[in-house]
């Protein structure tokens, strides 16, 4: 439990140090970039404190031009992987549960950086998040989305990625970027279980940017579900 009280802590004292620089930073110019430096230099902290060592690759694949990431979902901290290995800004696509919107804080930066929360228990709530995370990237703004839905293993205990809810994917279509998928390995066990408290263990983490996905741009008749498989069997040929 060492690891998870110092992670904890961490979190609790660096996040109550930006509530004083809020309101400077909605006021900024480059507020997104503000924020997202911030939030990358916190990520690393905070993997770098409990020794989780992350190992990238193929960060020279990332398009000038805004994109859709898409990223497996073996661990409660993956998105901190993330934060600490996307070198641009982003928005994500979240959860909309109230322990992610209601937090301090991180739901006030989530704005700044557009993420978008989606309610995947109303189609029409969901479509509305689908278009506002599309309108971003048309914007200029790069989105960030876990197209498993939830945890690999808690989806489907023997895959290496579970299946996609394909539906995600449409941002894509709609903002008629390219899709860059990102694999995350070895991340399962850095945290275990899914709920606030957890036991966090130190291991190294690799994450490889693949060559970014253009196929629904050439044929946008494609449908999400085959895309979705596509991109996963992708995915999951990089795991091996």
């Known amino acids: 439990m060492l690891n998870y009280i110092k992670f904890a802590i961490f979190q609790v004292i660096n996040f109550s140090l930006i509530v004083f620089h809020i309101k400077e930073l909605k006021k900024e110019p480059h507020n ?6 911030f939030l990358y230099n916190h990520a690393k902290k905070s993997l770098r404190l409990v020794n989780i060592n992350v190992n990238v ?5 990332i398009p000038k031009e805004p ?7 073996s661990s409660m901290l993956d998105s901190f992987i993330l934060l600490s290995t996307i070198n641009v800004p982003c928005g994500y696509v979240i959860a909309d549960e109230p322990v992610w919107r209601n937090m301090p804080v991180i739901n006030r930066l989530a704005k700044i950086l557009k993420s978008v929360y989606i309610d995947r228990k109303n189609p029409k709530k969901g479509m509305e998040a689908i278009n506002e995370a ?9 989105m960030v989305v876990f197209p498993e839905g939830d945890l690999t293993w808690v989806k489907d205990p023997d895959a290496k990625i579970s299946k996609f809810r394909s539906g995600a994917l ?10 860059v998928p990102i694999v995350i390995k070895n991340s399962y066990g850095t945290y275990e279980g899914f709920n606030a408290v957890g036991k966090i ?4 983490v690799d994450v490889e940017f693949l060559d970014p996905i253009s196929i629904h741009l050439e044929d946008p008749k494609i449908k999400t579900t085959e895309l979705g498989e596509f991109l996963r ?5 990089k795991m091996h």
């Open 201 to 204: 263990n130190s291991k190294d």
């Open 233 to 237: 069997q992708k995915m999951i040929d």
């Open 32 to 37: 997104i970039k503000v924020a997202h430096r």
């Open 134 to 142: 599309s309108k971003n990237i048309i914007d200029g703004q790069n």
């Open 67 to 73: 994109v859709l990431f898409i990223s497996n979902h």
């Open 170 to 179: 449409k941002i894509a279509y709609k903002a008629k970027c390219m899709i």
């Open 57 to 61: 690759e193929g960060m020279e694949k």
